[in-house]
């Protein structure tokens, strides 16, 4: 069972990928939060004082101490709380799930974002890129972490099924914005198969944003 005894605080705002990357983690963990919603554009001076470094979200307070950038709060929820875990026994698998989350910070979230900010020839070419990172994550995990489980944890959901999971309606959103398919199961039926379980996972649920409402927002609806 998840310990329940301290205080925790989630600083982060909606829509946004990464908060919701924590936020599934907690829900995962079977542990009590209390959300503090921050403005984009105006941050608070708790959020500022937080997290002076980077002046961003997400941020998790765990008995007042503040830990930010996304990654390493995932880690740090799974040092703190050890059950179910999200990372194999095994030292060499661990690496492996830790280089393939830190592809996915550092090559996939990037080309997401270049796809929904760019038109024409470059949203083309970004998408055919993204399509390509998806591809080369579904032949590391399934060399190297697969065990025949619905998910790349195995059994239960671990810490790249977080990071993958959390980012399926925005893919699906994406795909929408470009009108091209690029998540196939033909090419990366392993990462669908993954994806598709976690959303479906009760404790995650209802934090997935479906991608038509993301997709009004982005057409200027943000009551949507």
Known sequence: MADQSKGVKLYGTSFNGHTTMVDCALRLKGVAYEYVEEDRKNKSEALLKLNPVHKQVPVLVVDGKPIAETLIILQHIDDVWKDP???PED???RAKVR???DFVSKKVVPIMH???ASKGDEQKTAAEEFAGYLMTMEDGIREELWTGGPFVNGDSPGLLDVVMGSS???IKFIEAVVGVKVAKREKTPLLCSFMEAFVELD???ELMTPPEVLLQRR???PSA
């Open 91 to 93: 030292p060499y698998k």
């Open 114 to 116: 270049t796809v929904v």
């Open 85 to 87: 875990p999200f990372l």
């Open 168 to 170: 399926y309606m925005w």
């Open 203 to 205: 404790a995650v649920k």
């Open 219 to 221: 057409m200027g609806n």
């Open 99 to 101: 280089f393939w989350a």
